[in-house]
């Protein structure tokens, strides 16, 4: 209800602004001159049985604007009244490709620039030469950035002599008016959101495609909109608006930059899903330098994360040993940045292939399935043993050198990294999701070579390789030592495990991996029957992993806001409520949402402080894929989690909160 009347309010405050005439605008003998000029002309005289266009040309002063004819959340579309000679017709305004122009907040459907809007008039076939003269009472609204002003203009229609200029005028105008589509849209309502399949062909250029739906009251007019590529259909959803009903028929302009676009009509009919994503309108895009960026310095910062840094500095004091070349040093350096390029961009082009495919997944998918997941304890597990050194196998060559131990320990380092990625880089991979598939795997790029680059710099600058300690015994203690971190990651991903599939799933996964422990070091103790023996009931625990995850993921853990489980239903209806709403995003396998809950979200102070002010608390949980939780965050323009958003009381745009929050951030806010 809230929303309704926030909705209503702006209606309201448009409105006050129209009629908000100055004072001595009012009182004045004359009337002020229009702020934006209108005139009415013909492209020729007119001829009996023929449609004549004519041109109702504007030309706004600078810093003001007119209005498509739905104006979007604010202003007033035109309103024509012909007074025509008897038989003659007026068919429906042309309008060109409106721009999407936000003024505080609110988006408008508008004109900053001269336009001509066209009217057919359909001539009688017995109309007399000289036919009483056509007129038009036109009315409309021109507003700045301050003000709005209503204004009306009597015109009569000009028929302009025949000349050059007047031909290239009105092919201009032709020009700038949008084609009509020769086939019908397809579009269905689902999941809070309108789905429009617009047959397009593939070779046509969408810098910065955006949907001016024409029909009223059916989308939100300020909000982000998807676009997917599905051959020569382009797929496009725009969230419904507060007030959305079951339209009849769908009307609009699909804009794709340059004041470039095509009209449609729709009707109800099935629209496809998946396809390959494109850029929207509504969401702005970083430089791809920035987001490359972005990309580089977030691996550069993967590689403190508790379960890479071990492997890093172990791998790096293998270049500390004496004797070692500088040949060799560079080949290491090489081949550990290749396996963790490889392993980025195989990472991304699974991603990018299975969302061209319809699945909506996002960055850090792999983590969202139990067998992933129950893979990489195993390898931890086994790396936790390596570093404790029970053996020394070419399978895990941490400690060893040469360019496969390097390119193996890439390979690693990227896997149990990428998922770390949310809190340094979630507009760069929030990207990769909209950008082109080269530029989108440009950043995967970026962020291998982030990763690896403390290890390849080492091994090409000495001078930064002399500053490693000597080699000696502290060596064999510090991998000791390393171990722990790499046990405590080992410990997160059987909690993991248990949260995806389950008690028993997770028992057959770490039972795998204790059993691979046993035969790995009964092998090097040349122990050869207790290897095998416990290499056949491993055998039986992997081959019995896919029967054991459960069909559902396990409870979500209690909290002290008592979330609201997230849905576009439930996140409208709160929004409706009129109380502020906070919507965080998290998954058990993210490291930054946990530490994120216990210091800022999960405190007595902050459950107090939502209490006092009525805030709504609401949780998505993207632990398992979850298709309505990864559109969402598409929608926002992130890649993963974490992702906090507060929804101010009464409606409106949401703020999107830090994704590092402070123990009293939410508290404050909620006493605002």
Avoid at 542 to 551: Q, T, Y
Wanted: hydrophobic share 50%; glycine share 8%; proline share 8%.
């Amino acid at each position: 209800m809230m929303q309704a009347s926030l909705t209503l309010m702006r209606y309201l405050l448009a409105a006050l602004l129209v009629w908000a005439m100055p004072a001595a605008a009012q009182n004045a003998a004359q009337p002020p001159q229009n702020r934006m000029a209108a005139d009415l002309v013909a492209e020729h005289a007119p001829v009996p049985g023929e449609t004549l266009t004519v041109a109702l040309r504007f030309r706004p002063q600078d810093g003001w604007h007119g209005y498509w004819s739905n104006p979007g959340e604010a202003g007033l579309g035109m309103t024509l009244d012909w007074q025509l000679p008897p038989g003659w017709r007026a068919g429906e305004p042309l309008y060109p490709v409106p721009d999407l122009l936000w003024l505080f907040d609110i988006a408008n459907h508008a004109y900053e620039r001269d336009y001509a809007v066209l009217v057919p008039l359909e001539v009688p076939a017995g109309a007399a030469a000289g036919s009483a003269p056509v007129r038009l009472d036109a009315q409309w609204l021109v507003c700045s950035d301050q003000l709005c002003v209503p204004e009306r203009a009597t015109l009569t229609l000009r028929y302009p002599q025949p000349s050059p200029q007047l031909t290239a005028q009105f092919d201009a105008d032709r020009a700038a008016v949008p084609p009509l589509l020769d086939q019908a849209v397809a579009y269905q309502i689902a999941n809070q959101r309108l789905r429009l399949a617009i047959p397009l062909p593939a070779t046509v250029d969408l810098r910065d495609p955006h949907v001016f739906v024409e029909t009223r009251d059916v989308v939100d007019y300020g909000a982000v909109q998807a676009f997917y590529r599905d051959g020569d259909v382009l797929v496009a959803e725009i969230p419904l608006g507060p007030r959305a009903g079951a339209p009849d028929g769908i009307t609009g302009i699909l804009a794709f930059g340059d004041n470039r676009g095509v009209r449609f009509t729709g009707r109800a009919g099935a629209v496809p899903t998946g396809g390959e994503p494109v850029s929207g309108a509504t969401g702005e895009q970083a430089p791809l330098v920035l987001l490359l960026g972005g990309a580089l310095l977030g691996g550069l910062l993967l590689n403190l994360m508790p379960c890479v840094f071990p492997i890093l500095s172990l791998k790096a004091l293998t270049l500390a040993r004496a004797g070692e070349s500088e040949a060799k040093a560079r080949a290491e350096g090489l081949a550990y940045t290749a396996g963790v390029v490889l392993a980025c961009l195989a990472l991304g082009a699974i991603m990018l292939l299975l969302r061209s495919a319809g699945e909506q997944v996002g960055w850090a998918f792999q983590l969202q399935q139990p067998l992933v997941v129950a893979a990489l304890l195993v390898v931890a597990v086994l790396v936790t043993a390596n570093l404790a050194g029970l053996y020394e196998l070419p399978m895990l060559p941490i400690r060893s050198g040469g360019g496969a131990s390097a390119f193996a320990t890439g390979l690693l380092a990227a896997v149990v990294a990428t998922p770390c990625t949310g809190p340094f880089m979630a507009a760069a991979m929030g990207a990769a999701l909209l950008l082109p598939a080269t530029q989108a795997m440009t950043l995967f790029a970026a962020l291998g070579l982030g990763l690896a680059l403390p290890f390849l710099l080492l091994g090409f600058v000495p001078a930064l390789r002399r500053l490693l300690p000597r080699p000696g015994a502290w060596m064999e203690r510090f991998r000791k030592a390393m171990a722990v971190p790499m046990g405590l990651t080992a410990l997160a991903l059987i909690w993991l495990a248990w949260r995806l599939g389950g008690v028993h799933f997770a028992f057959a996964a770490l039972a795998l991996a204790a059993l691979l422990v046993i035969v790995f070091t009964a092998w090097r103790r040349g122990n050869v029957p207790v290897a095998a023996i416990a290499g056949v009931v491993a055998l039986y625990f992997a081959g019995s992993l896919p029967f054991r995850v459960a069909d559902q993921a396990s409870a979500a853990e209690a909290s002290l806001l008592d979330p609201v489980p997230f849905s576009d239903t439930a996140l409208a209806e709160a929004q409706a409520s009129g109380r502020p709403v906070f919507v965080w995003f998290t998954a058990d396998w993210c490291v930054t949402c946990k530490v994120n809950e216990r210091v800022a979200i999960e405190r007595e102070t902050t459950r107090a402080a939502f209490e006092e002010a009525g805030v709504t608390a609401m949780r998505g949980d993207w632990t398992r894929a979850d298709p309505a939780i990864t559109r969402f965050l598409e929608e926002q323009g992130v890649a993963g989690v974490p992702l906090y958003l507060w929804y101010p009381a009464g409606g409106g745009a949401p703020e999107r909160l830090p994704q590092i929050l402070t123990p009293d951030m939410l508290a404050s806010r909620a006493a605002r």
